[in-house]
């Protein structure tokens, strides 16, 4: 097959992945073969932030390289949000667009989650969730953002069941699947790298993104195959995090101490079905890897493997995702691009809107950033191998809270319905694991935090600073 002179970009994403499941780490004691395998030829970022550590948001930054406020995907998108235009703008540029007028075949697989559902469209979407609210959409042409190939859905979690939309027909084209998603996306990977069927011209370089849904829950729809890989294990062998079923910190808010006990019993009982998910999930993973080797595509596509946020399943007594301590906002993040990036490891802050410029500025194309871009161009120092001081930040709407990470400690603020705040402190370097809020002890690093995080709510407009 043609060889490319202009890079493609692969970027696999799974969705709620939690940073601590790659078996390489030696931390969460999960089987990942492949991921283990790609780790040692990547360059692992150790230290990569899901600014906002929840679905939609997360995916509206990394698209578009803005924070939340900007994006104005502030909440999940579903049928609730929809009342307040909670969804990606059509007129958003994202990474795809610039991409597709640069010239690239642009291609996306699996779960969305960017557009909130119309009621017309409810004969073929997923239907309303025990909560009361529909979460999946289907996604006209016009607002898939460059994106040439499409085999889609907005946001469903029926892992066995799961159905598509391809091609430029309306809703009522939905094809539905029977058998484990991650499985069919990554068939259909596999024939886009391999160009079948005109997925690509195979003349052009290529943009795919796919994004799988499991790990992400219900926890349990996961093949019995890779259930078998944890078979006799208990949960007090799987859960080894030091901050597994914790009790919930008294920072945490009353409903979260509140919960916390039903979260604590849910990760023991579900924790095997999860690490089963990111087994499968991992050998999906491998299947499209050794098919981007098979096609000779290897050398000439940077591959990044990361996910939207990740899941606390336990840790601190709590479950999920959205809250600030690293099981949540600390999300795996492999790097690949032979004889172009050194593998290794890098402790480099990125968060999340980082990407679409250092993306278009390792595939050369930094001059094509768009204007309203807020993150910061890291290229040259994933191509280097430099690291520095960079601050990570922490936004959650639902929560009322901001945060600032660097390299000695985070500060979180919490406010009220009525703009009363509550700070919270962790000194990083000698308690990393987040266990012992000291606000009352380090005033003046509060400050210093404080100070350089309101710079950061001036200068990208949160309605904080009203």
Same mark, same amino acid.
């Given at each position: ?15 709620e992945y939690r940073r601590r499941a790659m078996g390489f780490r030696g931390e969460d004691p999960?089987? %990942? ?31 578009? $390289?803005q924070f939340p406020e900007t994006t104005g995907v502030t909440h999940n998108c579903n049928s ?8 990606? &703008? ?11 007028? @640069? ?28 909560? $009361? =609210? ?30 598509? #939309? ?28 391999? @160009? ?28 019995? =195959? ?30 979260? =101490? ?6 604590? &019993? ?23 890897? @050794? ?22 399943? $336990? ?21 690949? #691009?032979?004889?172009?990036? @050194? ?35 890291? &290229? ?12 990570? #930040? ?22 009220? $319905? ?10 990083? %370097? ?14 003046? &690093? ?21």
């Open positions: 097959m043609k060889q490319n002179k202009q890079p493609n970009l692969l970027i696999l994403q799974p969705d999960v089987l %990942t073969p492949n991921l283990d395998r790609f780790a040692a030829q990547a360059l692992e970022l150790t230290r990569c932030f899901s600014t906002y550590p929840v679905c939609s948001p997360w995916r509206a930054s990394f698209l578009t $390289g609730v949000a929809a009342r307040f235009d909670i969804r990606l &703008a059509r007129n958003a540029v994202c990474l795809s667009d610039v991409l597709s007028d @640069a010239g690239y075949s642009c291609g996306y697989i699996g779960k969305w989650h960017l557009d909130s559902p119309n009621p017309d469209d409810g004969p073929w979407l997923e239907p309303p969730r025990e909560d $009361g =609210r529909v979460w999946d959409a289907w996604t006209p042409p016009e607002r898939r953002h460059g994106f040439d190939f499409w085999f889609s859905y907005g946001c469903c979690d029926q892992h066995f069941t799961p159905h598509y #939309w391809t091609g430029t027909g309306g809703p009522e084209t939905v094809l539905q699947y029977q058998g484990w998603s991650p499985e069919i996306e990554a068939d259909e990977a596999i024939r886009y790298l391999r @160009a079948e069927d005109g997925r690509r011209d195979p003349e052009k370089p290529f943009m795919l993104m796919v994004s799988m849904n499991p790990p992400h829950m219900p926890f349990d729809e996961v093949p019995e =195959r890779y259930r078998a890989l944890y078979a006799g294990q208990g949960p007090d062998e799987l859960l080894t995090s030091p901050v597994a079923c914790r009790q919930a910190a008294p920072e945490l808010t009353e409903r979260q =101490r509140t919960a916390s006990p039903g979260h604590i &019993a849910e990760a023991r009982r579900v924790v095997a079905d999860y690490f089963a998910a990111v087994s499968g999930v991992d050998e999906q993973l491998g299947r499209i890897l @050794a098919v981007l080797a098979e096609e000779g595509l290897e050398e000439d596509t940077i591959v990044l493997f990361t996910s939207d946020h990740g899941e606390m399943m $336990g840790s601190h007594g709590l479950m999920y995702k959205g809250v600030w301590y690293f099981d949540s906002t600390q999300v795996p993040c492999l790097l690949r #691009w032979p004889q172009q990036i @050194a593998a290794g490891r890098s402790d480099l802050i990125v968060n999340t809107p980082d990407w679409l410029p250092t993306l278009l500025g390792l595939l050369g194309l930094e001059a094509r950033t768009p204007a309203a871009v807020e993150g910061e161009n890291l &290229a040259p120092d994933l191509l280097s191998g430099r690291s520095r001081p960079r601050d990570g #930040w922490y936004y959650n709407a639902e929560l009322n809270a901001r945060g600032i990470t660097d390299d000695e400690g985070q500060l979180i603020v919490i406010r009220d $319905g009525h703009d009363r705040e509550r700070e919270i402190y962790y000194n990083l %370097t000698s308690d990393p694991l987040q266990m012992h809020d000291i606000s009352a002890e380090q005033p003046a &690093a509060m400050r210093a935090a404080r100070a350089r995080l309101d710079a950061w709510l001036r200068r990208t407009g949160d309605r904080w600073l009203r």
